[in-house]
């Protein structure tokens, strides 16, 4: 009897074997061969085939058999539709694990490189960030040096600038005098150009002033030879200066970590005691008694516009901020309200009272020694040009001196000891100074030879610890803003300097003579062993410091590198979410495959 076909029979994904039937109605057996064979051709079938629903998967499908295959019953077929199945999955199983593995090691290869590539750039973003802050150092460095220059250029050539401009020594002594003046009156001004544009704005609008400035004594040169029009150049200049003073610690403090802020500073204040240097050599080159027409001052003060121009230009191309933070007190910008309550705890601060007193008296007395160097040294038979030499020296010495002890606090950080072993070795320099003067008996030779030598000893300790000064006010008021503190720090000093100079004017007199000068010296020996004296009295409490020594040890090197850990920690963590999404992914993809698999869709 015939057996006709199911439903299901037809609608399966496989096709179902059958058997034929022989002329008479009786079935045709086979031997065991012809069974070896068909069972041989399903296993090849098995491992190619796939079903037309699903093309992705690999699934079971034999061919279809001759047909002199007998018939198989129901329960024969159904058996061998779950051993089938059992394969099937099986089969599934072992090619989603194939391509679970395979996939993951893809992702983890690639994830290895792009954390490697990330790791890269972030180093190679903080190598170039430890680059730009020297470069931005730099070009303050110049800005400041510019400054200086114009500050001190007419000191050493006093004869002619009287000559020319038809002045007097009072006058001339003015003209540096008027640095000091301006900038206690406009202190406050500085501060909150500071607030509202940070050091950035601070300095660009300072580098402007500084070459509009220069540009004008061209001016004065040559068409308005006179005291007044070259005064007004002299506050152009001095306003500039309410810009620069105040930011070597808050330069140092955005930019450099705190194993390199003292040395920032250092070199900040430095660069400023080098243009001074460079003001006492240049202008007795250019300007001299045989040649000091309007076209020698024109080629002086047109030097002096194309570097300033040059700076600025320079100064506009700077980043704001570092990538970085460089270290856990790095400074912050402040807002306008945090002015008066900060100039309120600075006057009240014991500590920075003194500080501030201290440092006036003695930078203030040996900077005014200084300004009047040619006038003390020409009734000792010193000329402008040695005079001239011997003031270079005094800068650079200050300078080098500047960078070497800046080397030194950063690692050791004990700011009153150092401040007052150089406060006692100018004071101690200068009473050399004094005895020279007061007690020679040698020839011109002799007494340029001394002079040269411990003047510019003492231009080494006495350069060397306002830097020193400034970074020590900002650890005593710690954690108000390093530009206030610097501020008026600077500007409490500042305030004796026009005293000192009216005082040393009336005293050296338009012709000095030796007893007016010695006069003048005992008096600032005096004043210079004062402020050493009060330096004592100073209650030693480094704020700053105290809070980065609680930072763990592995961190102490720089905070830069701090962060420079944190952002790898984080990729590192962003790239393993990114790892165990994919693998979930994966997983849920077999599931699903699996799922799909055991049974075909209709």
């Not at 003492?458 to 803003?481: D, R, W």
Request: hydrophobic share 40%.
């Amino acid at each position: 009897m015939r057996r006709s076909h199911s439903r299901d029979d037809t609608d399966s994904c496989v096709s179902l074997p059958h058997r034929s039937h022989g002329a008479a109605g009786h079935s045709v057996d086979h031997d065991d061969d012809a069974d070896d064979t068909r069972h041989k051709r399903q296993h090849e079938a098995s491992k190619t085939s796939v079903c037309p629903t699903s093309p992705e998967l690999p699934l079971f499908e034999p061919d279809a058999i001759d047909c002199d295959v007998a018939p198989l019953s129901h329960d024969e077929r159904r058996d061998r539709l779950r051993g089938e199945g059992r394969g099937r999955e099986e089969s599934i199983t072992t090619s989603s694990h194939h391509q679970h593995h395979h996939s993951l090691g893809d992702s983890i290869h690639d994830v290895s490189e792009k954390l490697h590539e990330s790791l890269h750039h972030v180093k190679e973003a903080a190598a170039h960030h430890h680059k730009t802050r020297w470069v931005v150092l730099a070009v303050y460095c110049a800005l400041s040096a510019s400054n200086g220059f114009q500050w001190i250029n007419y000191a050493p050539i006093i004869d002619e600038v009287k000559e020319y401009f038809k002045m007097n020594s009072l006058q001339v002594n003015f003209l540096a005098t008027i640095y000091t003046v301006v900038y206690p009156a406009l202190i406050v001004i500085g501060c909150v150009t500071f607030q509202r544009l940070g050091w950035y704005g601070g300095m660009i609008l300072g580098g402007i002033l500084n070459a509009v400035g220069a540009a004008l004594k061209i001016v004065a040169a040559v068409w308005a030879p006179n005291f007044v029009f070259l005064a007004f150049t002299q506050c152009v200049n001095a306003l500039s200066e309410v810009f620069f003073l105040s930011l070597p610690p808050l330069i140092a403090s955005v930019w450099f970590g705190s194993h390199q802020r003292t040395l920032a500073t250092s070199i900040g204040v430095m660069s400023n005691s080098l243009g001074t240097a460079f003001g006492f050599l240049v202008p007795p080159l250019l300007v001299t008694k045989a040649h000091h027409g309007a076209s020698e001052f024109a080629t002086l003060f047109g030097a002096q516009a194309v570097f300033a121009v040059l700076v600025v230009i320079a100064s506009v191309l700077l980043p704001q901020k570092p990538y970085h933070n460089p270290s856990l007190t790095a400074s912050k910008d402040t807002t306008l309200r945090d002015l008066l309550p900060s100039l309120r705890y600075l006057i009240t601060h014991p500590g920075f009272v003194i500080l501030a007193f201290a440092s006036g008296l003695s930078n203030d007395s040996l900077g005014t020694f200084a300004s009047f160097l040619a006038q003390l040294l020409q009734p000792f038979g010193v000329d402008e040009l040695q005079s001239g030499w011997i003031g270079f020296a005094m800068t650079i010495s200050g300078s080098i001196a500047s960078t070497l002890v800046g080397v030194y606090i950063d690692r050791h950080r004990n700011y009153k000891a150092t401040i007052m072993a150089f406060s006692l070795g100018a004071v101690s320099c200068f009473s050399i100074i004094t005895m020279v003067l007061l007690y020679n008996t040698g020839g011109k030779n002799d007494i340029f030879g001394l002079c040269f030598f411990f003047i510019a000893l003492m231009g080494g300790f006495l350069s060397a610890q306002i830097p020193l000064q400034l970074e020590y006010a900002v650890e005593l008021t710690y954690p108000k803003p390093e530009a206030i503190t610097t501020a008026f720090l600077l500007c409490l000093s500042g305030i004796l300097t026009p005293l000192l100079t009216l005082g040393g004017t009336d005293i050296i007199g338009n012709n000095p003579t030796k007893a007016n000068v010695i006069n003048f010296m005992i008096g600032c020996l005096a004043l210079s062993g004062t402020a050493a004296t009060m330096q004592l009295f100073i209650r030693d409490h480094c704020h700053r410091v105290d809070i980065e020594k609680a930072v763990p040890a592995e961190r102490h090197a720089s905070y830069l590198e701090a962060e420079e850990d944190r952002q790898q920690k984080f990729q590192r963590e962003k790239e393993v979410r990114h790892i165990r999404k994919r693998e979930i992914a994966v997983a849920c993809r077999g599931i699903c495959h699996s799922v799909r698999g055991s049974r075909c869709p209709r």
